[in-house]
């Protein structure tokens, strides 16, 4: 076990050595930088998250011919800081306090502040990337950028309607699903994998990702606030229209266009959350999403089928229960 | 002559067709990705500005051993596209309206988009660095954003007090002097330059940039807002202490802490800029900063004193000119 949350699980056990060291290197990436960045990377990293991302990369790695562990951990610590540096632009966007029970930067500084420290972040990734021996790796990179952009841009200029279920579908694999696929493909890639276990790993985690953020916005709805580590009704909160919001106003025959009203006006009571969450949580919508999730999970599986045989295949798939078996 | 800018000059006549050719590029940048992205690049690079840097790139280029002209504009592409994605940041950071006589990507848009549309500018940057051949220069790419992370979380972070003439200086090395290095080192190191020319160039870009960014303080206090493409008195309104008004205050003997309270006070009225620059033309300050410059200037063409002597080494001085005298 390391850090505050538990890893119990065997997929965790695997890589644990990779982790350790990725933890290290993480709290390590504000050194000669400017104070203030030194103190958002250790605010940043003092609770490690989940690290499912550097334990793809880390799995999906042993599948190749050729492994160098230094080159793996430097694609598992470019990553997950492009994915941190996200988070914390996002935050600044969405005007999130909180994230995984921890201030968010801008709301710890602020947000000029956090515009820089994602900045940073994104920096210290590229640079990492820059070193990787694959050209081919280090565009990935950059293109999960480009997809992570295009995503959050989809969101911020989204309409004022509820979109549909493809368009929400197209939102987070790019927000999402981009970075796990990144992952997976970019360590199978890295190590030399067969180019069938590549296509494989990528399959995988393009699947692994979409049902993760589905789960993840249902949580968000029905989850229970000290488990989940976020506020939950925080989509409410921010209009941002979800899955299971979507599945919820079809749901309504008739009385559709009232939910959908209410799910996009534009400043909530607490009250008006409540009544919401009330809503949806007694519709079939949260439901119907956990199906689309189970879907995506199954199809992540299928994806394992063209890999050998091996304890690391066991793993990924105990990666992809965990995602949808979740509570935060 | 392309764009709105005159480029008379010997030193853009050499590489003109260069700059043609980044010109496209850059018009280019948004091709394939969100529409709301695209907009903004061809809003951005609609005027096309004095491309110094570039042009700095391209004729550093030609004392290098190895000539791949894709692989130079390449170069000059990232690190033009490095500086578009930083004043896009700092123009959120600043809350400024203009810049280069266009509204910035935050007033036209709002700040969410411009947050989004310069981690994509960067994501670009940084794309187009990795498949250059010469890893020292896609680590010298990354380094420069650090700096430019470094200079500006100093900036927001200072202390409410008028900085030492050292920290200024310190901070406009790493916010500006550092990408013209780069462009100057960058562009000689990935052409194989002799290692005593790749030195030279990058004290040249390093001196010349420290110029630039002296000149441009003086400018906004004595400017002419028509000619200069930027409101006169912006560092004024944005409580931006710069060396001329550093110079200023020290010039004042005993009066000086009563400027320096004036300078750094936070919201100022348009008859209190008027009066400030009133006093700070009448001091010493714009002329004493001017003269710092020209050291600078000077250092910038004693270290061209270690190129070969070529039409190219000419043109650079031609630059190290401009930067000092332009009135823009």
Partial sequence: MVGKVSRGDTFYSLVDAELRDLERRLLDVGRGAHPVFRDAV?????????????????????????????????????????????????????RAAVRRNVQTVNARWNDDIALIV???????????????????????????????????????????????????????????????AACCQGAALLTEADPEHVAALGAFGTNLGMAFQITDDVLDLVGDETDFGKTVGRDLLEGMPTLPMIYAVADQDGKGADLAARILAPAKS???????????????????????????????????????????????REVADFVVSRVR
Avoid at 64 to 82: W, Y
Avoid at 301 to 306: I, K, M
């Fill in 118 to 180: 994602g900045d940073y972040l994104f920096a210290k990734a590229y640079a990492l990337a820059a070193v990787l021996p694959d050209p081919e790796v280090i565009a990935i990179v950059a293109q999960t950028v480009f997809a992570l952009c295009d995503g959050e841009l989809g969101e911020i200029t989204a309409g004022r309607g509820l979109p549909s279920e493809q368009t929400y579908l197209d939102r987070i694999e790019l927000k999402t699903a981009s970075l796990y």
């Fill in 42 to 94: 250790a605010h940043l990293f003092q609770t490690p998250g989940k690290l499912l991302r550097p334990t793809l990369v880390f799995l999906a790695a042993r599948f190749g011919q050729k492994s160098d562990r230094e080159v793996v951990i430097n694609l598992a610590e470019s990553l997950e800081l492009v994915h941190t540096a996200s988070l914390v632009h996002d935050d600044v966007v969405d």
């Fill in 270 to 316: 607490a009250a008006d959350i409540g009544a919401l969450l009330d809503d949806i949580r007694r519709s079939s919508g949260p439901e119907r999403a956990r199906q689309r999730a189970f879907a995506f999970h199954d199809a992540s599986l299928r994806a394992l089928d063209g890999l050998p045989d091996r304890v690391e295949r066991a793993a990924l």
